[in-house]
């Protein structure tokens, strides 16, 4: 089975500082991706990665920047955490194969900015 | 955006069969409809999809109308753990990412 691993279930930050969400996956997957989930306002995608050393923007980048150094590990970077950023945030995987188009996802990360 | 339409919450009984609707009539010759869900506390995961014909999998089964406009997913026996938020999406092959609408609530009682 696909495995993705995001460090921490819960985390709580002071507004300004910089924060760092690191995921993993174990499948050797081209594809990572982060997102961010809020009520009433569903899954919106902050940037995504093709492979190592790639990156896009998503829908909402403002304010985060990513890091693929390896294949295996996709980090978000908070640069100076705001309140606004309290969220629910999932990291997903996905094979390059796109008629599967399966995305893999992690158990999420709860951040509080207070 | 072809868009999906779900109802907001069904409910059901345990080991009983339930049908989650989909309808999805602005749907594209090239989109794929897939279905995740959502277990509370939980990220996503993906559950099935198809693009023509009807598809089964170890977790559930997907009927898709003949005229591609509608879908329905398939859990022959609920459980308790099956009590999720089901989403369903359509994805075209060159789609990068994924958009979440609202989706179902689905209830399973003992």
């Known amino acids: 089975d696909v495995k993705v691993t995001q460090s921490s279930r819960y985390l709580v930050k002071r507004t300004g500082e910089k924060v760092f969400l690191e995921c993993v996956q174990d499948m050797d997957h081209e594809n990572m991706f982060w997102y961010r989930q809020d009520p009433g306002l569903g899954l919106r995608l902050i940037y995504f990665s093709y492979d190592v050393k790639m990156k896009e923007k998503g829908d909402i980048p403002e304010g985060y920047s990513v890091s693929r150094e390896k294949k295996e590990r996709f980090s978000l970077i908070l640069e100076s955490a705001s309140t606004n950023q309290t969220s629910m945030y999932l990291c997903a995987s996905r094979d390059i194969n796109l008629a599967k188009n399966i995305q893999y996802f992690g158990a999420g990360t709860r951040l509080s900015v207070l | 955006d072809a868009k999906t339409t779900q109802p907001n919450s069904m409910e059901s009984n345990e080991e009983e069969p339930v049908h989650l609707p989909c309808n999805h009539s602005t749907i594209s010759g090239t989109d794929y409809i897939h279905w995740y869900r959502q277990l509370p506390s939980q990220g996503p995961e993906y559950v099935i999809h198809g693009l023509t014909s009807n598809v089964n999998n170890r977790m559930a089964s997907l009927a898709i109308a003949e005229d591609r406009k509608s879908s329905t997913l398939i859990l022959h026996r609920a459980t308790l753990r099956d009590a999720a938020v089901y989403y369903c999406?359509?994805?075209?092959?060159?789609?990068?990412?994924?958009?979440f609408g609202k989706g179902t609530m689905l209830l399973v009682s003992p």
């Open positions: 999406i359509l994805m075209n092959s060159g789609y990068s990412t994924l958009t």
